[in-house]
Structures are given as structure tokens and as C-alpha cells.
């Protein structure tokens, strides 16, 4: 495992906090580790993967606001990442239920599904399983 450890002290006071010798780091600035990060930011940016993203994330959320089930009462997130908020505490069943019909999602609340799909999901991808989402909800009986 290789970490990249990049940190930014936002206020004065824990900026400040800290004096010589009182951190260290046995990773920090590892240039392997930052020639790892450096390709992942070209790719992203190479790839267009941003844009990717916010056309996916913005597609996702129309999608979602236009499902009807009683247990579904919305979403919230941005871009690929994403909450299904549940009207009912069933989210455990939702979970499984989801991995039934071949979806990894995690149970993050009681009433929330966290949806975080690789950022190179497709469109198809992504439809196929805000397809299935109503049959996952029927599927916990409620």
C-alpha cells in the first residue's frame, strides 16, 4: 500500500498548533505516491471524467425524482454519489434485496442507501439499475 497524503490546515489556530518535531510523516511526499496521484488527475482530467460524472449525477437525480413507491421518499448527494432516502426504516433489506438483483449498495441509515458507482459507470449501467430500484423496493414487502 502506497499512501498519498496531502493536507491543508484551514484555520490559523490548528495551523499553528502543531511545532517542529511535533508531526511527522514516514509517507509524505513519497514520489512514488505522487506519481501515482499525478496519473490519476491526468486520467481524470484526460478521460473527461468530471463532465462524465455531472451528466451521469444530474441524469441520476431526474431519474430518481420521477420514481413513485410509497417507500421512496427521494434522494440527496451530488454527482455519483448519491443517498436513497427511504420513507421507512428498511434499509438493511434494501441492501440485501439490492445484491439479490446483482447491485452493491450500502446501508448507511436505517432509511438511507448510499449509491457510489466507479466513476466510469456507464449510462446503460446506471439504468439498468435505477430500472431494477422499483422492483428492489416491492421486493422488501413492506
Known amino acids: 500500500i502506497l499512501h498519498f497524503s496531502p493536507s ?3 484555520l490559523k489556530s490548528a495551523a499553528t498548533a502543531l511545532k517542529p518535531g511535533d508531526h511527522g ?7 512514488v505516491s505522487c506519481a501515482a496521484a499525478l496519473a490519476v488527475l491526468t486520467t481524470i482530467e484526460e478521460q473527461g471524467l468530471l463532465a462524465h460524472v455531472r451528466e451521469l449525477g444530474a441524469h441520476f437525480t431526474a431519474a430518481v425524482a420521477a420514481l413513485i413507491h410509497p417507500l421512496m421518499a427521494g434522494s440527496r448527494g451530488i454527482g455519483l454519489w448519491h443517498a436513497l432516502v427511504l420513507t421507512e426504516d428498511v434499509a438493511a433489506d434494501f441492501e440485501a434485496s439490492a445484491r439479490d438483483f446483482g447491485f452493491l449498495v450500502n446501508a448507511v441509515r436505517p432509511n438511507a442507501i448510499r449509491i457510489a458507482p466507479p466513476l466510469l459507470i456507464t449510462r446503460e449501467q446506471l439504468d439498468s439499475f435505477l430500472a431494477a430500484v422499483p422492483a428492489i423496493l416491492d421486493s422488501i414487502g413492506v
Open 8 to 10: 491543508q490546515w484551514s
Open 25 to 31: 510523516s514516514t509517507f509524505g511526499g513519497n514520489p
